[in-house]
């Protein structure tokens, strides 16, 4: 910085350590209540150090073991958010830096029409058009079904987007190199493109793998059969107990095992995340 | 745009497409025309028939006290998580870009609420503050403030503006740490130089030049708090207690799938797509617009 200022440093530390504090608190909280029998969460003051249950009630949302539950065992969950996930990162990346090349390295006709068709869907959140997207899956026998949890979610063109504004920035000279050696398209996508494009597809996944496994809405919909449930969907059922008050160990232990993997991912990813995020948005 | 250079091939670049454009027109065309369809029928109360009736539905909205509400609810939710995730994440940004000790440290853990789905982050906050074993309700009953956020409105209100706006702290955070960083150093010396103090320096030279980055985060954060928060409504306050959190994303569900009244659902299902697309025009106009500082 420009000048030393002590009391300024301090606090900029201190501040930090506070935001820091707000991020983790929730998510001790969480792993505290996850660690401790049923009693002892129920009685106030609730407990702030964890307790000698966390291998028997993390076994037990995960088996499913626990008698009246209410939904399925959250290894199962957690299989099927995995699969939803990964369906959703690698199956828009695929279509959509196919779909960029095209429109950006092809000349033919109809482009326009098709650029703008795919361009319209960056303004159109699944939220708001739930009902006639729930009716066209149900008229494809697609509840309940991975293809279902996968298929309409990975249609927006964000990522399209994406790759079409780093594919205008490959120099022209590159195409024309390859052209001499003889190089067709299907060619030069697999040899030049592809391995150029290989940090923008890290960030991508990172940022995708997140999506897929948060989503709440269309999985909530489309998923009846408990088998077929995502972890996230299935917390809230476990917090949306009637006339009783949540068993909250068993739902923080759920919990817990739902942020895992996507914050492993970011924590792990963090350079990506972070380069994938301020790109997409320019 | 195209390439100056380019392939010509009677049928590659369709089959190229043809995934996208499948899903696409499947998936979101096709059903945004039905949405739009279904918002000016009107169905009667066995579903045996149902009439076009142009733009009744969008008429009967505005005379909806429930409509109203919603709308009213939406905006101090928008407003408030938006303010508060810009805010908090400013605050943050500029106070990791003074230290360079631990700086990474603190990215790191500062960043992880973006992992969390937006359900989970509000059912972390919904145990918080449970009125009976939340550390937050007992700290608050221990000063005195009576708080139930499963009875009243305006306290299930706050959990749920809390347990958003945490979310999108990371978010917010990131792209203000970038902004930060791409200001000139030279720019904030030569400020000093002329006597201005880090506050005078925040407000004079760096806070203007972070107005693009502020007013896109505005538009994300509006549209995250519109739509995005579905997920935090449902896990935790399911629009209660008696609507106060009944957001008009929250109602669209609700009207349509729990309600079956479709026409109405549709009808504002529409309204939520005008909303979104003249944000999205704004910040696209805005964006080419957006002042470049260089390196």
Request: charged share 10%; no cysteine.
């Amino acid at each position: 910085m420009i000048e030393r200022r002590r009391g300024l440093t301090i606090f900029s530390h201190a501040v930090l350590w506070g935001g820091i504090l707000t991020v983790i608190l929730p998510v001790y909280l969480a792993f505290v209540a996850s660690t401790h029998p049923l009693e002892d969460v129920l009685s106030a003051p609730i407990p702030v150090l964890p307790g000698d249950q966390l291998i028997e009630n993390y076994t037990a949302v995960l088996t499913g073991s626990v008698a009246n539950f209410g939904s399925a065992p959250v290894l199962l969950l957690l299989a099927n958010s995995l699969v939803m996930a990964l369906g959703i990162s690698i199956g828009k990346i695929a279509i959509s830096v196919i779909s960029a090349y095209a429109i950006v390295y092809f000349r033919f006709p109809l482009r326009p029409l098709f650029f703008w068709l795919i361009f319209v869907t960056l303004m159109l959140p699944v939220e708001v058009r739930i009902i006639p997207t729930y009716e066209v899956a149900a008229n494809l026998s697609l509840l309940n079904s991975y293809q279902g949890l996968i298929l309409p979610l990975i249609a927006s063109a964000t990522a399209t987007f994406l790759f079409r504004q780093f594919f205008l920035t490959i120099p022209d000279q590159m195409l024309e190199a390859a052209r001499i050696d003889g190089a067709g398209p299907i060619r030069f996508f697999i040899d030049i493109v592809l391995p150029l494009s290989r940090t923008n597809i890290a960030a991508l996944f990172v940022i995708l793998f997140i999506y897929g496994w948060n989503q709440y809405l269309w999985p909530l919909l489309i998923t009846t059969d408990q088998d077929m449930g995502t972890i996230v969907v299935g917390i809230s059922n476990l917090v949306q107990v009637t006339e009783a008050e949540p068993r909250w160990p068993y739902v923080m232990a759920t919990t817990v095992l739902a942020l895992i993997p996507p914050v492993v991912v970011i924590v792990l990813m963090q350079r990506q995340f972070v380069r994938g995020l301020v790109e997409q948005e320019k | 745009m195209l390439k100056r250079v380019h392939f010509k091939h009677p049928v590659l670049p369709y089959l190229l497409v043809a995934p996208q454009l499948a899903v696409t027109l499947v998936f979101f065309i096709w059903p945004a025309g039905q949405a739009l369809w279904q918002s000016m029928l009107v169905e009667d109360a066995f579903g045996l028939s149902t009439e076009f009736v142009w733009f009744e539905n969008y008429l009967a909205l505005l005379s909806d006290p429930q409509y109203l509400n919603s709308i009213k609810v939406t905006v101090v939710f928008t407003v408030s998580v938006t303010a508060l995730g810009i805010g908090s994440g400013l605050f943050l940004a500029s106070m990791a870009d003074r230290v360079i000790r631990f700086a990474t440290g603190y990215r790191t853990l500062l960043i992880t609420p973006y992992a969390v789905a937006p359900a989970v982050a509000g059912v972390l906050w919904l145990f918080m503050f449970n009125p009976t074993v939340g550390i937050l309700a007992y700290l608050m009953h221990g000063l005195g403030i009576s708080w139930n956020p499963l009875v009243n409105g305006s306290d299930a209100m706050v959990m749920v503006i809390i347990a958003a706006a945490w979310k999108q702290i990371s978010y917010n955070f990131v792209f203000f740490l970038a902004g930060l960083q791409s200001i000139p150093r030279s720019l904030i010396e030569a400020a000093a130089i002329d006597g201005a103090g880090p506050f005078r320096r925040f407000w004079t030279v760096i806070f203007p030049l972070l107005s693009p980055t502020t007013f896109f985060l505005m538009v994300v954060n509006l549209v995250y708090a519109f739509f995005e928060t579905f997920a935090t409504i449902h896990a935790t306050t399911s629009g209660g207690p008696a609507n106060a959190t009944n957001i008009m994303v929250y109602k669209v569900y609700r009207d349509g799938f729990e309600g079956l009244d479709l026409g109405s659902s549709a009808a504002q299902s529409v309204v939520l797509m005008l909303i979104v697309i003249a944000l999205t025009i704004i910040q696209f106009r805005y964006v080419e617009k957006r002042v470049e500082y260089g390196t």
